[in-house]
C-alpha cells in the first residue's frame, strides 16, 4: 500500500536488525487518515468473505481494526490481555507466547460475543513470529467460528510468522512486507502478498 510504505520510509525508524519504530503513525501517535485508508484496503480484500466480525489484540491492533470493521460495517471485537472486572462471564481463553518480550500473555474473549455462525477477519498492526495471530485463531475455533483471512499492517517477512499462518491454510494479506532491517535500513518486499 503506497502511502503506508511512504510513511514507513519517511517516519519509521529503525532501532536494531529486528525491531522498527512506527510511533509517529500507528503504536503511539496514530494517523487517522492512513488508517482510514488501511481501512478501506482491507476492506476491499476481504468483502467478498461475508465477513460477521473483525478481531483484534489490545491495543496497537485497535486503530486498524476499527477502520476495517467500519469499512465492513460490522462491529470490532478486540481480545483483551487482562480479564477486565466487566468480563465476568465465561472467556474463551489462549496463550501467546512473544519470542521478542520472552513472555506469555493470555487472551481473553467473552463467549458471549462470538459464536458458531460468526465469520472472523483477523486484523493486527505487527506480525513478526505470528504468535498474537495464531492466539487469535485459537480463540475462534473455540468458538467454532470461521476464521475468513488474516490482515497485517506491517509484516517482518524475515521472521517466521507468515510463512507460519499460510501454512496452516490462512490467507494473509500484508500492506507492507519488510524484507530486512538490517544496516539501519528499511528493505521492503514492495509487492502486496496475498495467499
Ligand atoms: P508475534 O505476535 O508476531 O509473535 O510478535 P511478537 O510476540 O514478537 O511481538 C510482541 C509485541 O511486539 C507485539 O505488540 C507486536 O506488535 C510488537 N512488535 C513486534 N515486532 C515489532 C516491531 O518491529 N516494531 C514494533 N513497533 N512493534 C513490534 P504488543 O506487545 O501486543 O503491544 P501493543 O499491541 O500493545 O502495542
Redesign the pocket.
Given at each position: 500500500m503506497r502511502e503506508l510504505i511512504e510513511k514507513i520510509m519517511e517516519e519509521g525508524e529503525v532501532?536494531s536488525e529486528?525491531?522498527?519504530?512506527?510511533?509517529r503513525f500507528?503504536?503511539h501517535q496514530v494517523d487517522p487518515q492512513l488508517m482510514k485508508k488501511i481501512g478501506e484496503h482491507f476492506a476491499d480484500e476481504f468483502r467478498h468473505e461475508r465477513i460477521t466480525k473483525v478481531l483484534t489484540?489490545?491495543?496497537?491492533?485497535i486503530s486498524p481494526a476499527l477502520m476495517t470493521a467500519y469499512e465492513l460495517n460490522v462491529p470490532l471485537l478486540v481480545a483483551r490481555?487482562r480479564k477486565p472486572v466487566t468480563l465476568s462471564e465465561n472467556t474463551y481463553k489462549a496463550s501467546?507466547?512473544?519470542?521478542?518480550?520472552r513472555e506469555e500473555t493470555e487472551i481473553f474473549v467473552s463467549q458471549t460475543l462470538l459464536d458458531c455462525e460468526d465469520r472472523v477477519l483477523i486484523i493486527?498492526?505487527?506480525?513478526?513470529?505470528?504468535?498474537?495471530?495464531l492466539g487469535l485463531t485459537d480463540i475462534v475455533a473455540q468458538a467454532k467460528a470461521h476464521v475468513a483471512g488474516i490482515g497485517i499492517v506491517?509484516e517482518?517477512a524475515f521472521?517466521g510468522?507468515g510463512q507460519l499462518l499460510r501454512s496452516r491454510g490462512y490467507r494473509v494479506v500484508s500492506l507492507a512486507r519488510i524484507a530486512s532491517?538490517q544496516d539501519g535500513t528499511v528493505k521492503l518486499i514492495e509487492e502486496v502478498m496475498c495467499e
Open positions: 532501532l529486528h525491531v522498527l519504530k512506527v510511533d500507528l503504536n489484540l489490545e491495543s496497537s491492533g490481555k501467546v507466547y512473544s519470542f521478542t518480550k493486527d498492526d505487527f506480525l513478526a513470529n505470528g504468535q498474537a495471530a506491517i517482518k521472521q510468522g532491517l
